[in-house]
Each structure stands twice: as structure tokens, then as C-alpha cells.
């Protein structure tokens, strides 16, 4: 959506924030929601943000939850000072009328927090130190809001993770496709089908109470973490997706992204394979932080909580393709497809380096997993 540099000013303003804007810049990241650098007399920064009410249909139930959830997060920090409060958590301002969206004369949704300075991010994971950096700030974002009761956020996106749900998509998508997406896809049904039923054990254990529910972020891409100077963890970021759901999710999520040695659509497929190094670090920190807020039975199913996650995307990109590629934005005919059978490739080096991956997960477990 273009705007001009006069809305933006009058959107900035809508809100409590005391300074004088000098300079807006385009942030290019973000292919969901239009996002600005805020820079004002005072050197203080902020971040101007539009959510994009086609992706997302409660824009007002959303903002409430990242702020219900910001507002947790800084309550675990009462011994810093406020600068830093706003450096470690992603802390949102008041409109002037109070509230903490404004929606503007052409119906759209803005939210401002200050912008984190000084702070670093990654695209890939290049060494296991940042993936283990990675894994203790994701892990403290869940271990902090475990005594959130996450019933009082509203799902964003209904049964995102949901896999019976996801393979009822995959089913009538199969009965409306062309004769020829149905013959170059065979191979991948063929996975699918071999694979349904561990699939959906998560989502049984869930739906019988036997894992629980908690506060989770649901995009746990390493880019959504920022890093200091000296890359440790400073703040998680991109919270549209926080919500209730199942630490499975997270850390299968984070996994998924960090441990693909290529990129998720890459085309050849002996490049792709399961980083098990980077698995072990991301683990380590995890639990480091989070160890003691879980179960045993959700620690022994973490692992399985990666694959599903892989499998997961692998049954979207699918189920896209098959429907003729009205979800995910494409570049080429096969482009959906293509990114199907990286997944379940990367299911595949998964798979013939389970024994290593269980041993690990048992190194840092409290007891064995089965």
C-alpha cells in the first residue's frame, strides 16, 4: 500500500509518544506488513507499523495479545531501567485516546514500539553459537510467560498447526486438482501417507490434555531474534503470532528454518540435509532456560515436535501446489512443489540421523526419551 510521507506523519502522531518526527525510512524485511523507522529529535527511534488486515481478519485482538504479552514480559524485569525494559522486550505505546492501535480514514491498522538500537540480526544461522543463543532467548520467552494464562489470548490463526485439519486441506485439495499436478506429485502423496499417523500424535496428546497449552510466538525464525554487539540474545520480535499453543510448535518452527542447510526452495536436493550440530545447540539453550517449566513428556517429544513442524510445511507447500498456488506467493510453475519436496527431504536426513538426534535429546534431557 503506498502512502505518503504527510499520512505517515499524521499515523505517527496519532500516538502518545512526546517527540517530533525528522526522518522516515522504509524497512525492506517483512513481506506481510508495511514497517517504517521512526527517527525523531532526541535521537529517540521508533517503529511505525501497519498490519495488513488481508492476512489478517482481528487486527485488534492481535495487537491486544502482543501487548498483553509485552506487558508480562517487562513485569519479569523490575530491576532494570526503563531503556533497557524497552531494549529486551518489544514494548508498544498508547494512541492519545489510549488505546494501542490507531486506525486511520482508509480503515488500516497501525501499532508504534520503540526500535531496539544497537542490535543485530540473521537471516541464516552460520554458526552453532548463535544458534544456541537463539534457542536460550526462545526458550526464556516461554519460560517467562508460563504463568500467563494463555486462554486470554484470542487465536490469531485458527488450527495453524492443527495436522488432521491440515490433512483434510491436503485431502480436497487433491479432489479439485489437474491431471497433471496429480501425476507429478506421486511421490510426495506417497510420503504424506507414510507419515500421517506419527504426524498427528502432537495434536492427540494436545487435544487430550496431556501436553498443555501455553503462551507461544509461532514465527520463531531466527531472524525474529535480535542479538547484541557480542551476539547474545537481546529480544524476540514479530509477535502477530503469539497465541496459545504447544512449545512443539516453537521449537519445531525455529528447527525447521535453522537446521535446513539450504534454502527452502532449493532445487537441488543433495543439498539439502538436517544440520544435527546446530540442532544440539539450539536444544542446549533451550532448555537451558526452559528445562524446568516443562514436563517430561513434552521434553521427550520435542524431537517429534521438529519433524512435525518440517512435515507440516511440507503438506502446505503441497496442498498449495495441488489447489493451483493460491496461498503462497510463487516465481515459477513448480515453485510450490519444489519447496514440498525440500521438506520432506529434510524429513528424510532427519530421519537416518534419528539415533544421533536422540542421543543428544537425551544429553540434555532430564530422563530418557522412548
Avoid at 540435509?273 to 536444544?283: G, H, M, P, R, T
Wanted: charged share 25%.
Amino acid at each position: 500500500m503506498g502512502l505518503n510521507t504527510s499520512h505517515l506523519i499524521t499515523v505517527f502522531n496519532a500516538f502518545n509518544h512526546y517527540c517530533t518526527l525528522t526522518e522516515i525510512q522504509e524497512f525492506s524485511s517483512g513481506h506481510i506488513n508495511d514497517t517504517y523507522l521512526i527517527r525523531t529529535t532526541g535521537q529517540q527511534y521508533f517503529v511505525l507499523q501497519r498490519i495488513n488486515a488481508e492476512v489478517f481478519k482481528n487486527v485488534p485482538e492481535l495487537i491486544a495479545n502482543k501487548v498483553k504479552v509485552s506487558t508480562h514480559l517487562i513485569s519479569k524485569l523490575p530491576e532494570l531501567p526503563i531503556e533497557e525494559k524497552h531494549r529486551r522486550v518489544l514494548t508498544f505505546l498508547p494512541t492519545k485516546t489510549g488505546a494501542y492501535y490507531h486506525q486511520d480514514e482508509f480503515d488500516q491498522f497501525w501499532n508504534l514500539t520503540y526500535y531496539i538500537s544497537n542490535s543485530i540480526s540473521y537471516d541464516t544461522v552460520t554458526n552453532k553459537e548463535i544458534a544456541y543463543e537463539g534457542g536460550k532467548l526462545f526458550g526464556k520467552f516461554i519460560s517467562q510467560t508460563r504463568d500467563f494464562d494463555a486462554s486470554e489470548l484470542v487465536e490469531i490463526i485458527p488450527d495453524f498447526h492443527n495436522v488432521p485439519i491440515r490433512l483434510l486441506q491436503f485431502k480436497h485439495a487433491k479432489q479439485k486438482a489437474s491431471a497433471e499436478r496429480i501425476r507429478k506429485t506421486s511421490t510426495e502423496r506417497l510420503r504424506v501417507e507414510a507419515l500421517k499417523e506419527e504426524m498427528v500424535i502432537l495434536q492427540h496428546l494436545k487435544d487430550e490434555g496431556k501436553i498443555p497449552t501455553r503462551v507461544t510466538h509461532n514465527d520463531t525464525k531466527i531472524s525474529n531474534a535480535l542479538f547484541d554487539k557480542n551476539d547474545k540474545g537481546l529480544c524476540v520480535i514479530d509477535t502477530d503470532t503469539v497465541m496459545p499453543g504447544i512449545v512443539h510448535n516453537d521449537f519445531g518452527d525455529a528447527i525447521r528454518t535453522i537446521c535446513n542447510t539450504a534454502a527452502e526452495d532449493e532445487q537441488d536436493l543433495s543439498l539439502v540435509k538436517f544440520n544435527v550440530v546446530y540442532y544440539e545447540a539450539y536444544l542446549k539453550g533451550f532448555l537451558e532456560e526452559l528445562r524446568d517449566s516443562l514436563s517430561d513428556l513434552e521434553i521427550q517429544y520435542l524431537a517429534r515436535g521438529a519433524k512435525t513442524i518440517i512435515f507440516i510445511m511440507g503438506l502446505r507447500f503441497l496442498t498449495d501446489y495441488l489447489a493451483g498456488d493460491v496461498y503462497y506467493k510463487t516465481s515459477y510453475d513448480a515453485h510450490n512443489l519444489d519447496r514440498a519436496k525440500n521438506q520432506f527431504k529434510l524429513i528424510e536426513s532427519f530421519e537416518e540421523q534419528y539415533e544421533a538426534i536422540l542421543k543428544i535429546s537425551k544429553k540434555y534431557s532430564r530422563s530418557s526419551i522412548n
